[in-house]
T-cell receptor, first 114, second 115 residues
Framework: DQQVKQNSPSLSVQEGRISILNCDYT??????FLWYKKYPAEGPTFLISISSIKDKNEDGRFTVFLNKSAKHLSLHIVPSQPGDSAVYFC?????????????FGDGTTLTVKP | DTGVSQDPRHKITKRGQNVTFRCDPISEHNRLYWYRQTLGQGPEFLTYFQNEAQLEKSRLLSDRFSAERPKGSFSTLEIQRTEQGDSAMYLC?????????????FGQGTRLTVV
């Protein structure tokens, strides 16, 4: 029973366009959501997060949207750059006070073409 | 501080042997986590420590696995009598329980291959 699902294993977009990565979760106890980015041969790196009391959080080119009723979140990258090409993991935690303990999705590989 | 450090980066072992991995967290972080990642999947939580206390263990952590953090600084993860199914990337992460930012900072991982 996978509690965090990223249904698109891969996504390819043109440089300058918007990238939208999606994530669904099933556990209603999840209260805090994170996106991590992973380059080959490196560990995941924290990108952006959102608390369940919000529906949007923005940090530069990255925006995360949360639809709690649908148990769905998405990461928008605008504009996309070739350096954004990486694997993106959606993660969920039951508490923002211990977000290091999270349940991860299987990732979406983003390729941004020049 | 250069971040979370893991050693070794790669380990090949024969089935049935014991292996031990080390993790050095970011120095000011009091929490340390171990995750396992297999090909095509996301990291799966194994266990975590706050200071030297092991506070939670996943059901994925069988009796052959043991983790320690004796002085609340570095941690070791030992796998006894390795099996081919143990082949995976073992990721260590650390975080702080203080403040509002409690997300994990990951190391580069130790890739284990059991032959």
């Amino acid at each position: 029973d996978q509690q965090v699902k990223q249904n698109s294993p891969s996504l390819s977009v043109q440089e300058g366009r918007i990238s939208i990565l999606n994530c669904d979760y099933t556990n209603s106890m999840f209260d805090y959501f994170l996106w991590y980015k992973k380059y080959p041969a490196e560990g995941p790196t924290f990108l952006i997060s959102i608390s369940s009391i919000k529906d949007k959080n923005e940090d530069g080119r990255f925006t995360v949207f949360l639809n709690k009723s649908a148990k769905h979140l998405s990461l928008h990258i605008v504009p996309s750059q070739p350096g954004d090409s990486a694997v993106y993991f959606c993660a969920a935690s039951v508490s923002n006070t211990n977000a290091g303990k999270s349940t991860f999705g299987d990732g979406t590989t983003l390729t941004v073409k020049p | 501080d250069t971040g979370v450090s893991q050693d070794p980066r790669h380990k090949i072992t024969k089935r049935g042997q014991n292996v031990t991995f080390r993790c050095d967290p970011i120095s000011e972080h009091n929490r340390l986590y171990w995750y396992r990642q297999t090909l095509g999947q996301g990291p799966e939580f194994l266990t975590y420590f706050q200071n030297e206390a092991q506070l939670e263990k996943s059901r994925l952590l069988s009796d052959r696995f043991s983790a320690e953090r004796p002085k609340g600084s570095f941690s070791t993860l030992e796998i006894q009598r390795t099996e081919q199914g143990d082949s995976a990337m073992y990721l260590c992460a650390s975080s702080s329980s203080l403040g509002v930012n409690t997300e994990a900072f990951f190391g580069q991982g130790t890739r284990l291959t059991v032959v």
